[in-house]
């Protein structure tokens, strides 16, 4: 009897033991599970709009809780403003703003996901904020005027945003009427009578001046008419959609600059040749007074270093750029973490293929050097690259070309991108040829803009005709004339956007020139535009 019970005790303690065991197990795994959750939150909601992608890899590489930690400390670090107090200043105004529009931006989804979230939490509170319920609406004279129906809409106003400018208005339209106001392009976007005819009509469109679909985004021919939109509806140069895209552009912050070493490169002028890269700049005016300068580097995937990364090769670059005035002055500094990956099956074709990179600068008429380097993060392989650019002043009234842009690839869009996006320049997508090496087998995109061509007044349109002509050693190769054709598109204030193809079978392989020649043939003057590419055989 004595014996069953102590084999009855023994068993009772190994059952506890055991039954502690997995207690023990299961609050680990749910300290673990705990764990996991702060840490995927941290990332993809606390600093998901400050985080560098740089940063953000580092952070998915780590592994243990004590690494994740020790980098979030860092993180703070770097950011913090004055490292003399006790407290972090940037991390707690963070924070506060991540409250407040949680509080009082959320909408069936959190505050911090919302448009106006992100405005709020990346630029602090606004200025200045107009709240409109909807309803019965009178037009600001520079929203064309007239009477007519609204969703609900706010607009906030900053007097200054370091980096941005004066007076900087972003708008907000609900139109969904669920509490999610959503950042609008247009002036427009808020009117219920938008697309119902006969309603909603502003001044200009009452008294047959005008019709709705000249609206600035509306209608792909009068996208920037600002002559034509400040003579009739009184708009502010400020609401056209090419101004607000240089306003969304100059909203990217750049980010700080966490690749030192790369940034150190740059600044004590090392120059490398391991890795070879390719670059290209070139400019678009806005105005007489301010432009945009896309600047496009080229690798050669067969240059990278592909490593196995569970069923993939990835190839990985950082990207450090940094743009400068003839005075010194930094106009733009930016990294990028560029990455190239492909499975088992396509890695063969893929190191044949090439890795592009594009950052677009706001800027104004004046020489600019450009300095970049990359290096490559799996083999440590770095290569450098300058180069000047001139943007030179457009003289107001003179009808102008920008340089031709040849290019593996122009497509347009069907509505300008709601936030500024790489390769976009307003309405068309341009992916450059940076070494301007075509095989006989492509087709050669051309993009060129036109400044201050005449307006006939019976049609608000311009009358052009633009010769694209195929020069080798000075002789005519081939010719393509266009007249208020496919290839011709009017998008601004005087503005003529020239997109088109080029098939390049009938030529030989060598040096080629193309000259695109335009004829403003209401004016009667003429400006042309060239730029030289070479034919390699396929």
Known sequence: MLNVMRLLRIGSLVLLAALTAVSGLLAQASRQEESEDYYKKWVEQDVTYIITED??????????PEEKDAFIEQFWHRRDPDLTTAVNEYKEEHYRRISFVNDRYGSGIPGWKTDRGRIYITFGEPDEVEYNPGGPYIRKPWEGGGRTNVFPFEI????????????????FVDRSMTGEFKLALYPWEKDVNLHVDGEGQTTAEKLGLASRAQRPGLHPGFLNNYDFMKRMMGVRRKDLPMERALLYFKMQSPPDIQQKELQKIVDTRVSYQVMPVSLTASHVWIDETSALMPITLQIANNDLQFDLRGDRYLARVGIYGKVTSMTGEVIAEFEEVLNAQYNKS???????QRSVFQRIVAAEPGRYKIELVAKDLNSGNLGTVTRSLLIPSMTPGELTASPVVLAERVDTLDEIPERPESFVIG?????????????????????????????????LAPSVEVEYEIQRNGRLQARFTDRSGSSINYASTRRVVLVRSIPLSDLQEGDYELIVRVNDLLSGKEVESKSKFHIQGS
């Open 156 to 171: 906030w106003t900053y007097n200054h945003i370091p980096g941005i400018g004066q007076d900087v208005e972003v708008e």
């Open 55 to 64: 940063e953000l890899d580092v952070f998915q590489s780590l592994t243990t």
């Open 427 to 459: 309405d068309v997508r341009v992916i450059p040829n940076v070494t301007r090496r075509f095989e006989t087998s492509d087709e050669m995109g051309v993009y060129c803009q036109v400044h201050n061509v005449q307006i006939d007044q019976s049609t």
């Open 346 to 352: 396509q890695l063969q074709a893929g190191r044949s």
